[in-house]
């Protein structure tokens, strides 16, 4: 059966792909990179406070993204992270990092 990739995997990285994103890995995790940003996307709802240096990128289901900010916000990792939620073929930013000034 493959590399156990779920559905909301494959969606994640066709939204990455679609924004012009090369896409490295397979499962639940994988890596964005694009020009200089790197992106490290999850589609799992685990919020660990890894080392991942630059952008974190949680892309969940709608009925899991109010939750998972929520808790994002109260543990205040040390990386700078976003939500998208994909909705079928739909997908929106329902969290971005802070714009730096």
């Known amino acids: ?5 779920t559905p909301l995997a494959e969606r994640a990285r066709s ?3 679609e924004l012009g994103y090369a896409v490295d890995g397979d499962g639940s995790d994988f ?3 694009r020009a200089w940003k790197v992106v490290h996307v999850s589609t799992t709802a685990s919020v ?3 080392a991942t240096d630059g952008y974190r990128c949680f ?5 899991d993204a109010s939750d998972l900010q ?3 916000e109260r543990r205040q990792p040390a990386y700078e992270w976003a939500i998208i939620v994909a909705d079928g073929d739909d997908y929106q930013v329902e969290r971005a ?4 000034a």
């Open 1 to 5: 059966m493959g590399s156990g990739t």
């Open 15 to 17: 939204i990455f792909t």
């Open 31 to 33: 890596r964005a990179e």
């Open 48 to 50: 660990d406070d890894d």
């Open 59 to 63: 892309v969940a289901e709608p009925d």
């Open 70 to 72: 929520h808790r994002l």
């Open 97 to 100: 990092p802070p714009v730096s």
